[in-house]
Nanobody, 117 residues
Framework: QVQLVESGGGLVQAGGSLELSCTFSGSFSEYNRLGWFRQSPGTNRALVAV???????TYADPVKGRFTISRDNDKKTVTLQMSNLKPEDTAVYYC???????????WGRGTQVTVSA
C-alpha cells in the first residue's frame, strides 16, 4: 500500500511563488507516474502536471512556463515548483501516484493553495 503526504501549501500574493512537496511511503513498480492535480470549489479535479519515473513531464496549458514538476526516486518525493502565481491557481492541490503494472492509483489528502489578488 502506498501513502502520499503533501506539504507546502499556503497563502501567497499574485506573482509570488510556492513549492509543494509530496513524499510517498511504500513502493511503486518501475512503471509509474507521479503528479499533481488541483480542485477548486464547484469544479472537477484537474491535472496540473505529471512526471514519469524516467522524468518525462506533461503540464496543463494554464501552468506551462510557470510550474515545474520534478521527482527524486531515491527520496520518494515529487515536487511542484510554482511561480508567477495567479488568483485562478487557488485550489486544493493533490498529489497522485499511478502504477501501470499493478493498475493502482493513490491520492494524498490535499494541500490548500490560496493566491490573493
Amino acid at each position: 500500500q502506498v501513502q502520499l503526504v503533501e506539504s507546502g501549501g499556503g497563502l501567497v500574493q499574485a506573482g509570488g511563488s510556492l513549492e509543494l512537496s509530496c513524499t510517498f511511503s511504500g513502493s511503486f513498480s518501475e512503471y509509474n507516474r507521479l503528479g499533481w492535480f488541483r480542485q477548486s470549489p464547484g469544479t472537477n479535479r484537474a491535472l496540473v502536471a505529471v512526471i514519469s519515473r524516467l522524468g518525462h513531464t506533461t503540464y496543463a496549458d494554464p501552468v506551462k512556463g510557470r510550474f515545474t514538476i520534478s521527482r527524486d526516486n531515491d527520496k520518494k518525493t515529487v515536487t511542484l515548483q510554482m511561480s508567477n502565481l495567479k488568483p485562478e491557481d487557488t485550489a486544493v492541490y493533490y498529489c497522485h501516484g499511478q502504477d501501470y503494472l499493478f493498475l493502482s492509483d493513490y491520492w494524498g489528502r490535499g494541500t490548500q493553495v490560496t493566491v490573493s489578488a
